[in-house]
């Protein structure tokens, strides 16, 4: 299970996120590749972690998204949770990779 106890082990996760969503794109990253990576590390998004990344994270929760993901899905308290930490995760993805292409969405 992932740890995140500190700012420099929440950077080596941005890291880890980035290096897999360059891995998965044909080219630059685009939007698809940053949800793709962020998805497969949804599993590891436990309450303590979720809260973690909103803590580390100097992103704010993509409120609109976080709404549709959570309104699509009929989520509780827990899942918005971690739809507010999924969206902090893809934006500080997409900062470290300078922006990327919308990609297919």
């Known amino acids: ?13 941005i890291d880890n996120l980035v290096m897999d969503a ?6 630059a990253p685009t939007n698809d590749d940053c ?3 962020v998805s497969a590390f949804v599993p590891e998004l436990s309450a303590t972690v979720c809260e973690r990344v909103l803590e580390l994270s100097d992103s ?22 971690r739809a507010e930490a999924v ?7 997409e900062a470290q990779l300078g922006g990327v292409d919308a990609g297919e969405n």
Do not use: C, K
Request: aromatic residues 6%; negative net charge.
């Open 60 to 81: 704010d929760p993509d409120e609109e998204l976080v709404e549709r993901v959570t309104d699509a899905r009929g989520s509780n308290d827990a899942e918005y949770r």
């Open 87 to 93: 969206t902090v995760l893809l934006q500080d993805i």
């Open 1 to 13: 299970m992932t740890q995140l106890d500190s700012p420099e082990q929440y950077d080596a996760l």
């Open 35 to 37: 949800w793709e990576s």
């Open 22 to 27: 360059r891995e998965r794109a044909d080219g």
